[in-house]
DNA sequence: GACTACTGTGGGAGCGCTCCCACACTGTGT
DNA sequence: ACACAGTGTGGGAGCGCTCCCACAGTAGTC
């Protein structure tokens, strides 16, 4: 009936350690496969443990040893929207696969509005998870320091300058958008422009310097009609397109930083009566859905983003049970996972 | 230096006891809101909270309550893929929503892989949420029946029978389905044929359902080789078409049960040289990003996905603390929520 | 034979809460 | 004057662990 019952409940561990008829503090010892028990006990307890389907109370073991089991993905909800497609559940297997091993949970937390930050604030501050995992900072954002004022390990995903600080997994977004523009070159394309994201945003940057990069090893000179900056909305990448189109007529491809403003460019494109990828190749960033099912299938640079979350996520437990053993070491090393470029139709 | 120094550390409830001069039971009442506190002490508890920032710890309060304020919500990994789009982040959206308000923690566990789904089972065991949100169950999934044995409150989405006998949120799917057929209707088609999922899948078999309801109520005959099976993919959706347009050439309408089978079947219109809408009118379901970025847009049947996620952890919520309230209140009641139809170029 | 030097092991203390019993105090009725 | 319920309140006990000190046992050394 009720939930706890005197001996239907679920085992203690000094439960097992009586019926392994040892103490407690050995059980405890070959739980969390600590040295120094001899074989012959270790088999007794085991056995024991598996006979009565222990499971250690997580609850107590954090109070008692002052730590969670837990991490935290912090998700910005307004983003979210945008770049959420598969981005969202990728990074979260990627996440999930790392975590599987050992038994640390994964809480996910979400940071939309105003109130909802201050909440989360509060909650980190409790010191209710062990680590964070922060997807999509801002420049501005006053979370990672409060993290660090705080003492809890965090790990980023992208970085948010050149000169970033904390421990961040980024995807190569300059060699990504490089080997698009080469891509189109290959093609045979002349006239190569392109719809960056917003610059503030420091991968957005990057891709803009890969495409100049790019045309620059080519020994081609990089016109600044050909750019045109819009912020990872379709609607932006539609704008942008018309201005192009109105700079330079004769271009005969685009690199878009995004599917979606890809999508917005697309759509420009028609409305002008060009075909793609006859009279315009069109390459996208990210290979989201919206590219798998462009018409035509957009060509996209593909981001390993599952294993960004993997990478996130090992980096993250290797911080926290570093700063369990007690090292301070600062100092984050910036893992950066290559990009792929994925051919399609559109160019 | 360290986390937890003497004097530095995070304040306990014993301190705020001593600053407000009351005993530690007094602040534990005045914490969790319960009866019987003067205004007077009430307000100089609150004074010491803030004044040394005092936050509960959660593993203390686990372990002392029996209870974790905590839910899972279990993603089937496999599914993740194809519905993932906006569903995933859109659940997760409506659930942490719902959660925002108590201090419940949501915890996110995958469950694709056997060996995923043991460590799962035998996390669930160890009663470390105190509820669990399950997504698209199958019918023949075992979890729902491990998590009645063990007493865990359980919401699921989406029936897996008519006769569901979980508490469990879903979609009128039946209702959109009709409401996407009768607006064919309404564009005065006449020949309109269906693309649906899995018949062993109740969503599916609604929307089948709808459909024939819908022509039936407008006296229309259903013509069974209109009629066909696919498996909510793609390549499903195409070659289903394909089997549509050789039985039922002269067909001017098309309800797919899904967006992504819609695109599908887009493809082999074209491929026939039908053109959208004017040939054929196309209707899909799910509202997903495909269907925006379609081209034609596609008109679908929206589902409220982030309201259906609000819905079950309210439910779930409810039920935790049902429980705890030693009520055993069993027999779920199923919340059906209505389905919206997004018109667009389509038809 | 007494010394140190390990290796395993048992179990006390304590983590920060909640639960609940006991104890003031107030009133009200006899 | 006495008993009685009712309201606030204090604080003991205990949740199930981990940490760590103490101690028994074995072995090697002077």
Chains 1, 2 share one sequence.
Do not use: W
């Amino acid at each position: 009936m009720n939930g706890n019952g005197r001996s239907g409940g679920r085992p203690t561990l000094e439960e097992v350690a009586v019926r392994a008829g040892v103490g407690r503090g050995t059980v405890s010892r070959v739980i969390n496969g600590s040295s120094k028990v001899s074989e012959q006990t270790k088999a007794a307890v085991e056995a024991a443990v598996t006979e009565l389907g222990y499971v250690p109370n997580r609850a107590a073991r954090a109070l008692a040893a002052n730590r969670n089991d837990a991490i935290a993905l912090v998700i910005p909800e307004p983003e979210a929207r945008f770049f959420a497609e598969p981005y969202f559940s990728e990074v979260v297997r990627g996440v999930g696969a790392a975590l599987a091993e050992t038994d640390t949970q994964l809480v996910l937390t979400l940071a939309g509005s105003d109130r909802e930050r201050r909440r989360l604030a509060q909650y980190l501050s409790g010191h209710r998870v062990d680590g964070v995992l922060l997807v999509s900072v801002h420049a501005g954002d006053p979370l990672p320091e409060l993290l660090a004022e705080l003492g809890i390990p965090t790990v980023i995903s992208g970085r948010r300058s050149a000169a970033e600080t904390l421990p961040c997994v980024d995807s190569d977004n300059l060699a990504g958008a490089a080997e698009a523009v080469r891509h189109l070159l290959d093609r045979g394309r002349r006239t190569i422009a392109t719809i960056t994201g917003p610059l503030d945003v420091y991968g957005a940057h990057c891709r803009l310097d890969g495409y100049r990069q790019a045309l620059a090893a080519a020994g081609r000179p990089v016109d600044e009609r050909l750019v045109a900056v819009a912020d990872f909305t379709e609607e932006g990448g539609r704008r942008a397109m018309r201005e192009l189109l109105e700079r330079s007529p004769s271009l005969d491809a685009v690199f878009a930083s995004s599917d979606v403003m890809a999508a917005g460019a697309r759509r420009e494109l028609r409305a002008a009566g060009r075909t793609i990828p006859h009279d315009v190749a069109l390459v996208g960033f990210d290979d989201s859905v919206v590219a798998r099912h462009m018409d035509p299938p957009l060509t996209s640079v593909r981001q390993p983003i599952e294993e960004m979350g993997r990478t996130m996520a090992r980096m993250l437990l290797e911080r926290v049970s570093g700063r369990r053993g007690s090292t301070g070491a600062e100092g984050g090393p910036a893992v950066v996972l290559p990009n792929r470029l994925v051919v399609r139709e559109s160019s």
